[in-house]
């Protein structure tokens, strides 16, 4: 199993970026698909989260600026961050899982982890 993950980079206050997620090698359907973000010294936090029926799940600091949604290509997913904060300045992690209700339980899988910066 490997999650690929593509886009983040530098953007100013204010802007948008939209990081994509791809599960390689997975033969099954997967359930829930998600982003973390991680800064130095700090646990890994789950940003947003999306089921198979397109179930979301935000971060309270996300809620209306970001939008993660599944691919129409199997077990793919993004996020578009929009209005961007310097504090979502983070390494930002794709992670599998299942969600029931309003709680998301990650599997140990993990992309690479991409970062974003958001400068002031």
């Known amino acids: 199993v490997q999650l690929q993950a593509s886009g983040g980079g530098l953007v100013q206050a204010g802007g948008s970026l939209r990081l994509s997620c791809a599960g390689l090698?997975?033969?099954?359907?997967?359930?829930?698909m998600a982003w973390y973000r991680q800064t130095p010294g700090n646990q890994r936090e789950l940003v947003a989260a999306?089921?198979?029926?397109?179930?979301?799940l935000y971060e309270d600091s996300v809620k209306g600026r970001f939008i993660i949604s599944r691919g129409n290509v199997k077990n793919t997913m993004s996020i578009q961050m929009n209005n961007l904060k310097p504090e979502d300045t983070a390494v930002y992690y794709c992670?599998?899982?299942?969600?029931?209700?309003?709680?998301?339980?990650?599997?140990?899988?993990w992309g690479q982890g991409t970062l974003v910066t958001v400068s002031s």
């Open positions: 992670n599998i899982g299942s969600m029931k209700g309003t709680t998301y339980t990650p599997y140990e899988y």
């Open positions: 090698g997975i033969i099954f359907s997967i359930d829930s």
């Open positions: 999306v089921n198979r029926s397109n179930y979301t």
